[in-house]
């Protein structure tokens, strides 16, 4: 089934799994197809939200999907591989050149789980080099794509507001991993505004749309990353695209992402990095500077255009190889 010539746009089944990604991912020139459900559920969900979805990027009911053509897969999450794949897909489909990306590092043990396609003939895709050490991958062809962002060009510091701007979703409902008792502690040294779903829960701001986050982010003096063990966030990495210093815990990929003194400041101290956070408040300049590299960090490693173009030729790759 897999026809299409190493120069053409490719028909790529996928799913909804996280919006921001998948609308970064849809900027690559294939198509993309997106497995629905009526009501559009998570895990199922389609086009949907306010992001300014493509052309090039389309719905297709579950029930319909075992009768249409499409060059490969890319799934991205355990459900879909454990559950669509087996269900959803024809025979003919399952033996398409398949691609698993793994947007997380594993939650269980963090270097004694085996990847769900360790054992598999697909291409495993980590957005990280963390996530890609800790997972066991078996002997899976394996390749990184970092992130790449997109803010709105009039995204630009600012740093009026003298606090930092924390955003996780549901933070009080996944605890210390996403550093739950982390943010609990600085905030009551330091002024801290928490966005996300879920956040007015703890005394947060609410949800922000996507679009609007990046200028929202930009007002203030700092962003802090209190996230214990996850993956490298977008939102932090859109911050740095905007122009603003980020104070992260220094676990998972951060390490590789924040120079200390010069973006920003990354640190297991958590006293330390509440002292940093009162200097970026008191110091308005220095922390324009910081934020001035953080820019140039984020366009030079996590552009979209370089984003764009990696899996645009990794997908073509795929499916060339079989």
Known sequence: MATSRDDSRLQVLTWHVHGNYLYYLSQAAHDFHLVTLPGHPPGHAGRV???????NVHEVAAEEVAQRRFDCVLYQSRRHWDEDRLHRLSEAQRALPAVYLEHD???????????????????????????????????????????????????????????????????????????????????????????GMGSEAIGGAGEI??????????????????????????????????????????????????????????????????????????????????GEAARADALARFSIERFAREWTQFLREVVRDG
């Open 49 to 55: 939200g306010r992001l300014p979805w493509g052309p």
């Open 209 to 290: 749309p996507n679009l609007e986050l990046p200028g929202f982010v930009s007002r203030f003096r700092f962003f802090f990353n209190p996230i214990r063990y996850t993956s490298l966030g977008l939102s932090v990495l859109e911050a740095m695209t905007v122009g603003v210093p980020v104070i992260a815990l220094a676990t998972t990929e951060m390490p590789t992402v924040i120079r200390n003194g010069v973006n920003g400041y990354a640190d297991t101290n958590v006293d330390a990095l509440v002292d940093v956070m009162r200097t970026l408040i008191d110091d308005r300049e220095l922390a324009r500077r910081w």
């Open 105 to 195: 590092p594993p939650q269980q043990h963090p270097t004694a789980t085996r990847h769900p396609a360790a054992d598999s003939d697909a291409h495993i895709v980590h957005v990280t080099s963390f996530n890609a050490l800790m997972w066991d991958n078996g002997d899976a062809r394996t390749r990184v794509i970092e992130h790449g962002v997109l803010v709105p060009d009039d995204a630009r510091y600012r740093g009026d507001r003298d606090e930092g701007i924390v955003v996780v979703n549901h933070l009080h409902e996944r605890g210390r991993r996403l550093g739950a008792d982390v943010f609990e502690r600085v905030r009551e040294r330091v002024a801290l505004t928490l966005v």
